[in-house]
């Protein structure tokens, strides 16, 4: 039907990188034009972590080809209320952080709302910011990001299509989703100053950019109906809004989908399998149950004149899943299973577990990571990173009242041990909201994770020797934003791989965390493995890579390679293994807009892929870990 397929244009990236520098260089093109003809160019900018790589790349062509911002002219789209502009999480110091302080722009010719107006002169100072957009002719380049429940500046769904620049109540969503930079909820600003809807629609030329975890609201905004509850959905009455979305985003856009019903197909064994599943699910039937008017009647009457007879199909299908299902994850020794996920042998498999986090390990695979080791597998753990911005202060001061009472207790001399809890206590106490941590401080809160993933290594009985700590540098800067991916942090990855020597390796493939660090850990594992495939290392041909999702989002039921069942006994030692994780728990600094604790959503995620199996017409087990396969 007409009403499910897109109405913009959105153009799909391999990652956010790409998209990113594909906007870029029509910025600078867009750019020089204007210089070419002695105009300004009025640039409406963005903020949030979605224009991150964006900014960066403008910053690199300024400095490596020469691009000039003299000419160009900026207006932002919003900022929080009430904020001073030197806070680190205003949106004044976020784009002089990431653009402005390292590009050639007139600081005369930067615009944003001003977020120490006083009070009773906000609604005269948003009138004069909607004034100011128009004796510069309008914008040039509107750039977008989107929020989950579709709101584009801080335009919140219910926002008017006819809106202007004003002061908004934040929505609780948009409040969840920017916790991370505060770390507590009372501190996240509640209201905002924002560009109205009907300014934005004004631009000449918007680019709306989505990465990772909005592909369900991408969705209902380029294929659903116009509608203010979702503020994004008014860009389809645009003249000239193209989105700019990575593969993760495009994942519940219709080509992606169900491409069945956008045209014709390659029926591969994958795009059957997902097909005959998104069937059964929408009719509520079970996989064997399926017929031949079911497929007529739902468009994929192709798939009939492919294979002659329905119940092959679904027979085909319904294996796929079966074989799929394993209490085997490092492969059942001594056995032939032609089409089990893993290898028979070598048994025991020397087993990597990379977890981003000092908690992602139990989190998101505590299960088959348990299993791993009853079943006799020689495993270890990496935490990549020390996760330290994740505890909060009073946990710090909590610990330092324990070792020096512990001290005491023992008359060990606590002379600096006080020392330290006291200046603790001063630091903290006079903390402001964006004040980085003092490297002793980020120290400490490095230990208590470091105790805490030790606790759960412990528990599920991994040797001393077998957990290591990378503390990869990227990470380290004490701050939300995190440096990209460096030589050192590839190094000491290769270099632990080449100590383990792995047959089986997990890492976290879930890209919708918050903050952005899984992603990064990926890719330093990804290159990680291309270089000791290219060097040569012999191991390397027989270790397979599996990939699993975190606390956010669980692989789609067609993609899943590898499913773990679970018994109700198991699911309750994961999560007491969760528990351990005590700086992480009752409340979670990083959770996005899921207000649940990391036990629950694992709990309940693992619950539904186990109900969806059974739907299918699969054993019904209690919860089920899901795994797909990386090949390089």
């Known amino acids: 039907m007409l009403e499910s397929f897109e109405k913009i244009p959105v153009k799909v990236y391999k990652n956010p990188t790409e998209g990113s520098n594909a906007l870029a260089t029509q910025i600078a093109k867009l750019i020089r034009d204007k210089q070419a003809q002695n105009l300004p160019c009025i640039l409406g900018m963005a903020t949030g972590a979605t224009p991150i ?31 001073p502009r030197s806070a680190y999480q205003s949106y004044w110091s976020f784009m002089h952080r990431h653009l402005f302080d390292h590009v050639d722009i007139d600081p005369k010719n930067i615009h944003l709302p001003n977020s120490e107006w006083n009070k009773e002169e906000l609604k005269e100072q948003c009138v004069a910011y909607e004034q100011t957009i128009e004796k510069l002719g309008g914008i040039d380049l509107q750039i977008l990001g989107i929020g989950k429940n579709g709101h584009i500046g801080f335009n919140e769904p219910g926002s008017s ?45 918007i680019v709306l950019l989505a990465w990772g975890n909005k592909a369900e609201i991408v969705s209902k905004a380029v294929e659903g109906e116009v509608t203010e509850q979702i503020p994004a959905s008014v860009l389809q009455n645009h003249d000239d809004c193209t989105f ?8 519940e856009l219709t080509r992606n989908k169900a491409p069945w019903l956008t045209g014709a197909v390659e029926w591969t064994p994958q795009m059957i399998k997902k097909a005959v599943i998104e069937l059964a699910l929408k009719l509520d039937k079970t996989v064997l149950s399926l017929t031949a008017d079911d497929y007529k009647e739902n468009s994929l009457a192709d798939l009939l004149v492919l294979k002659e007879s329905v119940y092959d199909i679904n027979l085909q299908v319904f294996y796929m899943l079966r074989d799929s299902i394993t209490g085997w994850p490092g492969g059942k020794p001594n056995a032939v299973i032609p089409a089990h996920p893993e290898r028979s042998a070598p048994h025991p498999k020397r087993v990597m577990i990379f977890s981003p986090h000092p908690d992602d390990d139990i989190i998101s695979m505590g299960g088959t990571f348990m299993r791993l080791h009853d079943q006799g597998h ?116 290769m270099e632990l791989l080449r100590k383990v020597k792995p047959h089986q390796i997990y890492c976290a493939g879930d890209l919708a965390d918050p903050h952005g660090t899984h992603k990064v850990c990926l890719e330093i594992v990804f290159e990680s493995m291309r270089r000791l495939k290219a060097a040569g290392d012999e191991w390397v041909k027989d270790c397979w890579v599996w990939l699993y999702k975190g606390a956010w989002q669980e692989w789609d039921i067609s993609e899943i390679e590898m499913a773990v069942p679970m018994s109700p006994d198991q699911v309750m030692k994961k999560r007491f293994g969760i528990f351990i994780h005590q700086s992480q728990k009752d409340s979670v600094p990083f959770q996005g807009t899921d207000a649940r604790e990391f036990w629950q959503r694992a709990e309940i995620r693992n619950a539904n892929t186990a109900e969806l199996y059974a739907k299918l017409g699969l054993t019904k087990y209690a919860a089920i870990e899901a795994f797909v396969r990386w090949h390089y």
């Not at 300024?62 to 160009?72: A, P």
């Not at 610990?399 to 005491?408: M, R, S």
Request: with cysteine; charged share 30%.
């Open 378 to 493: 020689d495993v270890h753990v990496g935490y990549q990173t020390s996760g330290n911005i994740a505890v909060t202060d009073e946990f710090v001061t909590r610990f330092l009242d324990f070792a020096v009472g512990f001290e005491d207790m023992f008359g060990i001399d606590n002379k600096k041990s006080n020392e330290i809890l006291s200046e603790a206590r001063s630091f903290l106490g006079g903390k402001k909201a964006g004040d980085l941590d003092t490297s002793e401080i980020r120290a400490i809160k490095g230990l208590i994770r470091r105790c805490e993933a030790k606790a759960t290594c412990r528990y599920v009985g991994i040797a001393e020797e077998n957990y290591h700590f990378l503390n990869l540098p990227f990470y380290e800067t004490g701050a939300i934003d995190k440096k990209p991916m460096g030589e050192e942090d590839i190094k000491i990855t």
């Open 161 to 205: 299509f006819y809106s202007k620049t004003r002061v908004i109540h934040l929505d609780h969503m948009t409040r969840m989703a920017n916790l991370y930079e505060w770390h507590d909820l009372n501190k996240v600003p509640r209201l905002a100053i924002t560009v109205g809807i009907s300014s934005i629609m004004k631009a000449k030329k």
């Open 244 to 251: 700019y979305i990575d593969e993760f985003a495009a994942t």
């Open 53 to 83: 790589f964006l900014y960066k790349e403008l910053v690199r062509m300024h400095k490596e080809e020469g691009l000039s911002f003299k000419n160009v002219i900026t207006v932002n789209l919003d900022e929080y209320y009430p904020i």
